[in-house]
């Protein structure tokens, strides 16, 4: 089955060669070297604790705007939390943000986060070493690695690199910060949360460098009972924002990222686990999780011990720093490319019932946000395939009828197009698939 491709885009290509490695290796070992970053430990250290280390990413965001300008603004979000299950006493959890303005739709956000926090076996337990060293280091110096490379560019929707606190006691910090963006009516159009992007032993014994997962969920949690009985009768249970930015993502893989396949897992999560995309999700942002294939048990939530052998513990030594990489370079060159591409098209509807065209409709973006969009592109697929197959530019129009293309036997979708090539992800017609404004 063909899958339609991007436009190749050089600076992409430039963007993913750029990741280093190194650095993501040297800030994985001074994150470890906080000791623990449990949610609930000490924070008046200045070398042990959450506090210390929420204070060393805030500097170190502080310190690549410095480089460019002062182009990030950064900035910690926080929020008194008690009477939780794993937060019992008020604590502060603090996460830290650094946003890259857009040039010209600055309202308009896509987001890379990770967590700063760490656990041991005992959820509670906010005082034992607890390196989280792949669990969740490798996300935090990922997102950071990012905003280092992509800081030297200029776009025109706006990044945020989030570092996150309170995930391992209740995803604390992706509810604080998906509320106050719909407060402040952020149009967040993807959001690619990193956790665990670096181990590639599995605890199978599987030993793999060249696949990574991506989470989505299917149907919206904000869809109202009207919209589930249209989407019953015109589909969209593959098609939710979510699932199209993981088709995005998956297509960015196979186009920039050598030797890296994804595989779209159509499931909001792993069984019984969670992660900071999911507050997103609840409140109706388009968001997934990118993570390592494999998973190694031994080495996730665990106390640091020896038992019979074998080695428990999330410590340095199970982090492969040129995998984290990769996937750092798959999250920047999908972050890079949205943000060059006009925002995904809003208000999408299709009609053709009892016809053998199909039409298509949305609303033309505005010029002034948007002075790259070239045009739109209508996309479509057999209802079985994963990915999209067919394709159609279709210029700077607002509507458009495929001529002897029946409506039934297809999905369908539109994305936007920039000068360069760039493109929105694709947005599947009504409630069930739609970005937003
Ligand atoms: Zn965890």
């Given at each position: 089955?063909?899958?339609?491709?991007?436009?190749?885009?050089?600076?992409?290509?430039?963007?993913?060669?750029?990741?280093?490695?190194?650095?993501?290796?040297?800030?994985?070992?001074?994150?470890?070297?906080?000791?623990?970053?449990?949610?609930?430990?000490?924070?008046?250290?200045?070398?042990?604790?959450?506090?210390?280390?929420?204070?060393?990413?805030?500097?170190?965001?502080?310190?690549?705007?410095?480089?460019?300008?002062?182009?990030?603004?950064?900035?910690?979000?926080?929020?008194?939390?008690?009477?939780?299950?794993?937060?019992?006493?008020?604590?502060?959890?603090?996460?830290?943000?650094?946003?890259?303005?857009?040039?010209?739709?600055?309202?308009?956000?896509?987001v890379m986060s990770g967590?700063?926090?760490?656990?041991?076996?005992?959820?509670?337990?906010?005082?034992?070493?607890?390196?989280?060293?792949?669990?969740?280091?490798?996300?935090?110096?990922?997102?950071?690695?990012?905003?280092?490379?992509?800081?030297?560019?200029?776009?025109?929707?706006?990044?945020?690199?989030a570092?996150l606190?309170?995930?391992?006691?209740?995803?604390?910090?992706?509810?604080?910060?998906?509320?106050?963006?719909?407060?402040?009516?952020?149009?967040?159009?993807?959001v690619?949360n990193?956790?665990?992007?670096?181990?590639?032993?599995?605890?199978?014994?599987?030993?793999?460098?060249?696949?990574?997962?991506?989470?989505?969920?299917?149907?919206?949690?904000?869809?109202?009972?009207?919209?589930?009985?249209?989407?019953?009768?015109?589909?969209?249970?593959?098609?939710?924002?979510?699932?199209?930015?993981?088709?995005?993502?998956?297509?960015?893989?196979?186009?920039?990222?050598?030797?890296?396949?994804?595989?779209?897992?159509?499931?909001?999560?792993?069984?019984?686990?969670?992660?900071h995309?999911?507050?997103?999700?609840?409140?109706?942002?388009?968001?997934?999780?990118?993570?390592?294939?494999?998973?190694?048990?031994?080495?996730?939530?665990?106390?640091?011990?020896?038992?019979?052998?074998?080695?428990?513990?999330?410590?340095?030594?199970?982090?492969?720093?040129?995998?984290?990489?990769?996937?750092?370079?798959?999250?920047?060159?999908?972050?890079?490319?949205?943000?060059?591409?006009?925002?995904?098209?809003?208000?999408?509807?299709?009609?053709?019932?009892?016809?053998?065209?199909?039409?298509?409709?949305?609303?033309?973006?505005?010029?002034?946000?948007?002075?790259?969009?070239?045009?739109?592109?209508?996309?479509?697929?057999?209802?079985?395939?994963?990915?999209?197959?067919?394709?159609?530019?279709?210029?700077?129009?607002?509507?458009?009828?495929?001529?002897?293309?029946?409506?039934?036997?297809?999905?369908?979708?539109?994305?936007?197009?920039?000068?360069?090539?760039?493109?929105?992800?694709?947005?599947?017609?009504?409630?069930?698939?739609?970005?937003?404004?």
């Amino acid at each position: 089955m063909p899958t339609a491709a991007f436009a190749d885009n050089q600076q992409l290509h430039k963007i993913a060669s750029e990741i280093s490695a190194i650095r993501i290796e040297t800030d994985i070992k001074k994150l470890v070297g906080f000791g623990t970053r449990h949610t609930l430990s000490e924070t008046e250290s200045d070398t042990r604790g959450i506090g210390a280390a929420r204070r060393w990413i805030k500097a170190e965001f502080d310190k690549i705007s410095a480089e460019c300008g002062g182009c990030l603004t950064v900035y910690y979000q926080s929020e008194t939390i008690s009477g939780e299950k794993r937060i019992p006493n008020p604590t502060e959890v603090v996460s830290v943000i650094a946003i890259q303005k857009g040039q010209t739709d600055p309202s308009r956000y896509v987001v890379m986060s990770g967590d700063i926090d760490s656990r041991v076996s005992d959820v509670m337990n906010f005082t034992a070493d607890s390196p989280g060293a792949n669990d969740n280091a490798s996300g935090i110096a990922g997102t950071i690695e990012a905003a280092r490379v992509l800081s030297k560019y200029k776009f025109n929707g706006s990044i945020i690199y989030a570092a996150l606190s309170g995930e391992e006691q209740g995803l604390f910090g992706g509810k604080i910060m998906a509320k106050q963006a719909k407060k402040d009516g952020w149009r967040i159009k993807a959001v690619l949360n990193n956790d665990m992007i670096g181990n590639i032993q599995g605890v199978n014994g599987v030993i793999n460098n060249t696949t990574a997962r991506l989470f989505s969920e299917g149907t919206r949690p904000t869809e109202t009972d009207k919209e589930a009985i249209t989407r019953r009768f015109t589909g969209g249970e593959v098609d939710s924002p979510s699932r199209n930015l993981a088709r995005y993502v998956d297509k960015i893989a196979d186009q920039y990222i050598p030797n890296l396949d994804t595989m779209m897992i159509y499931r909001l999560d792993r069984f019984g686990r969670g992660g900071h995309h999911r507050p997103f999700n609840q409140v109706g942002f388009p968001a997934i999780r990118i993570m390592e294939t494999n998973e190694n048990y031994n080495r996730q939530h665990q106390d640091l011990r020896t038992e019979n052998g074998v080695n428990y513990g999330d410590t340095i030594d199970g982090v492969n720093f040129d995998y984290a990489a990769k996937l750092t370079s798959l999250n920047a060159v999908s972050l890079a490319s949205m943000a060059m591409a006009p925002t995904p098209p809003s208000n999408v509807k299709i009609e053709g019932a009892v016809k053998p065209d199909t039409t298509l409709s949305w609303t033309l973006a505005s010029a002034s946000e948007n002075p790259q969009l070239a045009g739109y592109k209508i996309y479509w697929r057999f209802t079985d395939s994963s990915q999209w197959q067919f394709s159609r530019s279709v210029g700077k129009v607002s509507e458009f009828t495929l001529k002897n293309v029946v409506i039934d036997n297809y999905f369908f979708g539109v994305a936007s197009v920039a000068i360069d090539g760039t493109e929105s992800p694709v947005v599947f017609p009504g409630a069930a698939g739609s970005f937003g404004n």
